[in-house]
């Protein structure tokens, strides 16, 4: 099945600083999205991203599907971005249905 | 409903008990999906519903887990003979449209503590 690989797997910041959460997979993709998990487990959608690059407020993302990659950036970083992002995809063919997670990114931001 | 509704919130069992957790996906949302998450761990994929048909079954991490899905909506989760393994949060998501593509929208996830 396809692999998905997000870096760093922890990230530290200070508020108000900026970071760049990457992931690679490593098969064409028709569904990407970016999600938060805050510290109560709740999954929150961040971006629904197969191609391009989208903007909501400060933060945005872009998937180079040709290249096999999709980055998320935070800017001025709060302290209420804390927790883990992840990014899923699905790569049709025999995983069709299924979108599959990495591992996560971990951030923390103190104030 | 206005999000994925999942129930119950927290269920704590002892070690050989069945259980049955639930779904109420988004209205319209023909698509809906099951994954387990363990404590600290990433997502793990166990099983899609595309209407009330479910065609890949092998993300199920055992024959003591089994779903089913009624009037392409509410589904069920259930656990017979749980193990302390089977400890973990259960997320359901739903989306619109074809099985694959489109948005996932994730509820709250079902807390299952197996003592």
């Known amino acids: 099945g396809i692999q998905v690989e997000q870096s760093p797997p922890d990230l530290i910041l200070q508020e108000g600083a900026n970071s760049t959460l990457r992931c690679n997979f490593s098969d064409s993709v028709n569904n990407l999205q970016w999600f938060h998990q805050n510290p109560w487990g709740q999954l929150i959608n961040l971006f629904y991203i197969p191609s391009g690059t989208k903007q909501n407020g400060r933060l945005s993302a872009t998937t180079v599907a040709t290249e096999r990659y999709s980055l998320l950036y935070i800017s001025s970083s709060q302290t209420t971005d804390s927790g883990v992002y992840f990014c899923?995809?699905?790569?049709?063919?025999?995983?069709?249905?299924?979108?599959?997670f990495g591992q996560g990114t971990i951030l923390t931001v103190h104030p | 409903g206005a999000g994925v509704s999942q129930s119950p919130s927290n269920k704590v069992t002892e070690k050989g008990k069945d259980v049955e957790l639930r779904c109420d996906p988004i209205s319209g949302h023909t698509a809906l999906y099951w994954y387990r998450q363990r404590l600290g761990q990433g997502l793990e994929f166990l099983i899609y519903f595309q209407g009330n048909s479910a065609p890949d079954k092998s993300g199920l991490p055992s024959d003591r887990f089994s779903a089913e899905r009624t009037g392409e909506s509410v589904s069920t989760l259930t656990i017979q003979r749980t193990q302390q393994e089977d400890s973990a949060v259960y997320l359901c998501a739903s989306s619109l449209g074809r099985i694959g593509t489109g948005e996932l929208f994730f509820g709250e996830g079902s807390r299952l503590t197996v003592l």
């Open positions: 899923a995809l699905n790569a049709g063919g025999t995983s069709y249905g299924k979108l599959t």
